[in-house]
């Protein structure tokens, strides 16, 4: 897990701690950094993990030029990511203003047009996404299959499937 944090410095143990409470994981799951999102290269060396990983950048996919680089996760680095190990699953939270369905794709139109082939699963609510991305179509079909189960009737409209 990978918070994207773009104040780091305000960060006590104990956020962290909160965070991964809040998160339902082990503190030491959250990925640390001494690269700030600035430098954006080394922050993303320090990513080592070779499984599954959820990002929380503070808006989500940068679908053009931004002008908050940080608070974003740009499509080449989902790329990368994605490359670093042929069955991972990313998982990225994406923050909307506006109409979600409609932002959720114009993320997948950018992905496309910068990474190739992927598989994608949204879950959407009224303000924000969660994307899951992988190259393999069966990871993110599991997802909808979960999601699906798990909300029954309740889940029309919320649960999206791409495949490349």
Request: positive net charge.
């Amino acid at each position: 897990m990978d918070p994207m944090l773009t104040d780091p410095g305000s960060w006590q143990a104990e956020d962290f701690g909160i965070y991964a409470h809040l998160l339902r994981i082990m503190p030491a799951m959250i990925i640390p950094h001494e690269a700030d999102l600035h430098n954006r290269f080394a922050y993303f060396l320090e990513i080592s993990h070779k499984g599954d990983l959820f990002l929380d950048p503070d808006i989500g996919v940068a679908t053009g030029s931004v002008k908050e680089p940080p608070k974003y996760i740009r499509p080449s680095e989902v790329n990368d990511l994605l490359e670093g190990s042929t069955n991972r699953l990313l998982v990225i939270y994406q923050h909307v203003r506006g109409n979600v369905a409609k932002r959720v794709d114009k993320v997948r139109s950018r992905l496309r047009e910068k990474i190739g082939t992927f598989s994608c699963c949204s879950y959407q609510s009224g303000t924000a996404a969660i994307l899951f991305i992988a190259r393999k179509r069966a990871r993110t079909e599991l997802v909808a299959k979960h999601f699906k189960t798990l909300f029954k009737d309740r889940v029309k409209g919320r649960i999206r499937t791409f495949h490349d």
